[in-house]
């Protein structure tokens, strides 16, 4: 399994932008495809967005697309995903992923902490 510590929450108005990362120890970061899901209070956590171990293709979830990007440095070990045009709406707690497949990305044996990210209005 890999280790995953998120990081770049934090606090900000409606409009405004945050960029999450995610690093990944160990030397294996380039053979998992790697996801971004979040939690609010009181509700089920949620894909956010995936993408695949060389970088070459990124899935959104249909609520995030067009103001969410996923990218990955394999050399850095790190996965990010910054967020534009911030709702309310998009207030959770952030959880980075790794996985084998995208398939599998859901039930991912490997998760981070979460980050907090809160959008005032």
């Known amino acids: 399994q890999v280790q995953l510590v998120e990081s770049g929450g934090g606090l900000v108005q409606a409009g405004g932008s945050l960029r999450l990362s995610c690093a990944a120890s160990?030397?294996?970061?380039?053979?998992?495809?790697m996801g971004w899901f979040r939690q609010a209070p009181g509700k089920e956590r949620e894909f956010v967005a995936a993408?695949?171990?060389?970088?070459?293709?990124?899935y959104y979830a249909d609520s995030v697309k067009g103001r969410f990007t996923i990218s990955r440095d394999n050399a850095k070990n790190t996965v990010y995903l910054q967020m534009n045009s911030l709702k309310p709406e998009d207030t959770a707690v952030y959880y980075c992923?790794?996985?084998?497949?995208?398939?599998?990305?859901?039930?991912?044996?490997?998760w981070g902490q979460g980050t907090q990210v809160t959008v005032s209005s």
């Open positions: 992923a790794a996985s084998a497949s995208l398939a599998t990305m859901r039930v991912a044996k490997s």
């Open positions: 993408i695949t171990r060389s970088g070459g293709s990124t």
């Open positions: 160990g030397r294996t970061f380039s053979s998992y495809c």
